[in-house]
């Protein structure tokens, strides 16, 4: 039974572990596997869309879409509790992707990982002042975390990520990672370089990520986790 069925206090391996296993990597709906079906309609809803999508190879997409899964539920987890909790977060998370021999998906998390980091400087230009102090500042934040963060943790990476993420909450609530992520997904699907997708693929995309995130974000609502 899912602890999620009887449990408002969880550890945050409890927590992870529940939700990676029954909510990412096999979701089920009264007990099968569903995961097989959410991808079909997932990738059907874009093909409708924009025909770039029709030779993407399925397993690809699956992959795809269950890092970028992976991503976005560590972006709500730290909108949520925090940075010094996305960071033990993060730890597990690369752990339990290792023990489960899936390092593939923490391999790909990095490219959603960056592109997060990359948005919430959208619409700032080194060339205007107020906009270059306020990147220097981004950077010199990050990096004052970064190093203070990992004074506790050996891994550089895990850390890494949890400041990528830095200032991320005011700019997602202004909807503004749709483009990065996107553009993203499709590079890592194999779209050309000069190819977007067209306006309903994008907005198709955006509902798909806002979905993504705002499904986890209202479990994580429901759950204290413990110290």
Partial sequence: MSIFSKKRNV???EFCSDYYKNNILKPRVEGIDASVTYFDNVRKSLVETDQNFTNINSQKFA????????????????????????VAQSVFTKHFL????RNDIW????????????YCAIGK?????????????????????FNRYQEKRSDQKCVARVVNRF?????????????????TLCDRLGFEKNIEPNK?????????IHSIYDEARRSLKKYKIKK
């Fill in 11 to 13: 550890s945050l391996k």
């Fill in 63 to 86: 992959s795809e879409i269950t890092s970028l899964k992976f991503e976005l539920f560590a972006l709500a987890w730290q909108h949520q509790f925090g940075h010094e909790s996305a």
């Fill in 98 to 101: 290792q023990e489960n021999i």
């Fill in 107 to 118: 391999d790909a998390c990095e490219s959603y990982n960056k592109a997060i980091a990359r």
């Fill in 125 to 145: 230009t080194p060339e205007k002042p107020d906009d270059r102090e306020e990147l220097a500042r981004v950077d010199k934040t990050r990096a004052y975390w």
């Fill in 167 to 183: 200032f991320s909450a005011t700019a997602w609530k202004k909807n503004i990672p749709a483009r990065p992520l996107m553009f």
């Fill in 200 to 208: 309903e693929a994008q907005f198709r995309m955006n509902a798909i």
